[in-house]
């Protein structure tokens, strides 16, 4: 059968008959070839390689010898000559032998070129890693990334497929040095520039959280870090991310600034979470009484959180009396009535003072005990009068009749003078 030959001749021939020595390829031992299978059976997989007649791949040379073959009719695939075999030109394949050669042209160009490989960890040994490219290859501890392996441990490597540069080949010996490490590195750098030359401030991203610090936390964007600093977390105070992040966390975020020759990108959390201050006139008022707990204490004063908000209450306005200092007054964890003194939602400041409430119920209670005064003012005599008036007309209703009275005392002195 004839797959791969032109079905027209350059010249035409003089006695009529084809030159097939033209058409039919010469297969060499050892060459590698495409083919087309054209039956799979117990006896091995057939395919067309443009000769004279089919090849075979006996069942030991697929590329997983004494297995069920996985390859099928019209699947195209690469083998190599065995041998070619009496004068049919019966051809003798492997599929598991192209294979191995094709692995080590992989790796020979991968080398050349500084191209990145993948291949699968097999197993932990002594110093390293065992990957299979198809050939054995060995990648030393010192160049295996353990920063994603869980626990930092090789072991959790083991049956994952690494990006692999390769650093050293020799066939002879049937040595293949790889470093997982140096690739990832590169497609860092990559990723990394691929994220600062479209990343444009004021997007939106996703990203994950990788570490925590007191001062923010790294968000893996993809391809590269950016810091969320704490004071863009939240619109209230925290005094370490972990109050509202943890590892591994997804998030949506805003990008507040890309240095792309610094290579730093910062992020925000709170401008994706509905800003309190907007509606703040929802909520409080100028002369509202309200409580709440101090969350953080200052030079000049402590934070005072408010629902969603943190309001301020001043040092001289925390106590009736002068203060030196605010400790004098609450601590962190102190519930605090205050009244609001001013609002500045622009500025996002709310002002609270204890002193001016305290003077505020003092002037309430002034107030009420002069009106008390006031009422009691105005009973004059005829009010009094009335009221003697009354008590004794209310008397008088449970007294006997006056007749019975008399009548009572007049059987009393007959029956004494009897």
């Known amino acids: ?203 939106v991203v996703e990203g994950t959280v990788k570490r925590l610090t007191d001062f923010g936390a790294f968000v893996d964007l993809g391809g590269m870090d950016g810091l969320l600093p704490i004071g863009e977390m939240s619109w209230t105070y925290i005094k370490h991310p972990s109050e509202v992040l943890r590892r591994n966390q997804h998030l949506r975020l805003t990008v507040l600034r890309v240095d792309r020759e610094g290579g730093r990108i910062s992020l925000g959390l709170k401008q994706i979470l509905e800003d309190p201050w907007q509606k703040i006139g929802e909520h409080f008022h100028v002369g509202d009484t309200v409580k709440g707990k101090v969350v953080r204490l200052v030079s000049s004063g402590a934070f005072v959180r408010l629902r969603d908000l943190d309001a301020f209450l001043p040092v001289a306005e925390a106590a009736e009396k002068r203060l030196t200092k605010i400790e004098e007054a609450v601590k962190i964890g102190d519930m605090v009535e205050a009244m609001v003194t001013e609002i500045r939602a622009d500025e996002r400041r709310m002002l609270l003072s204890v002193r001016k409430m305290e003077r505020e119920r003092e002037r309430k209670r002034v107030k009420e005990v002069l009106r008390q005064q006031e009422e009691e003012s105005r009973v004059t005599i005829g009010d009094i009068a009335g009221a003697l008036l009354q008590r004794a007309v209310a008397s008088a209703a449970h007294a006997p009749p006056a007749v019975d009275v008399a009548k009572r005392d007049g059987e009393n002195e007959g029956s004494s003078g009897s």
Request: charged content about 25%.
């Open 1 to 203: 059968m004839i797959t791969n030959g032109s079905t027209e001749s350059s010249s035409t021939p003089v006695d009529g008959e084809g030159d097939l020595g033209q058409k039919v390829p010469q297969l060499a031992e050892h060459q590698i070839i495409q083919g087309t299978v054209v039956r799979v059976d117990t006896e091995g997989v057939l395919v067309d390689v443009g000769a004279k007649s089919e090849g075979l791949i006996p069942p030991n040379e697929l590329s997983r010898p004494n297995a069920t073959p996985d390859v099928a009719v019209g699947d195209r695939i690469d083998v190599m000559v065995v041998r070619v075999e009496g004068e049919e030109g019966n051809v003798i394949l492997s599929q598991r032998r192209a294979d191995f050669e094709m692995a080590w042209r992989r790796v020979q160009e991968a080398q050349q070129q500084g191209t990145i490989l993948h291949a699968m960890v097999v197993d932990k040994v002594k110093g390293g890693l065992v990957v299979d490219l198809g050939l054995r290859g060995f990648v030393p501890g010192s160049h295996a990334d353990l920063t994603q392996a869980k626990g930092h441990r090789f072991d959790s490597l083991v049956g994952q497929s690494l990006p692999l540069k390769v650093l050293e080949v020799d066939r002879p010996k049937g040595r293949v040095i790889l470093s997982h490490r140096l690739a990832v590195e590169e497609e860092r750098t990559k990723r990394k520039a691929d994220v600062m030359a479209t990343l444009q401030e004021g997007a």
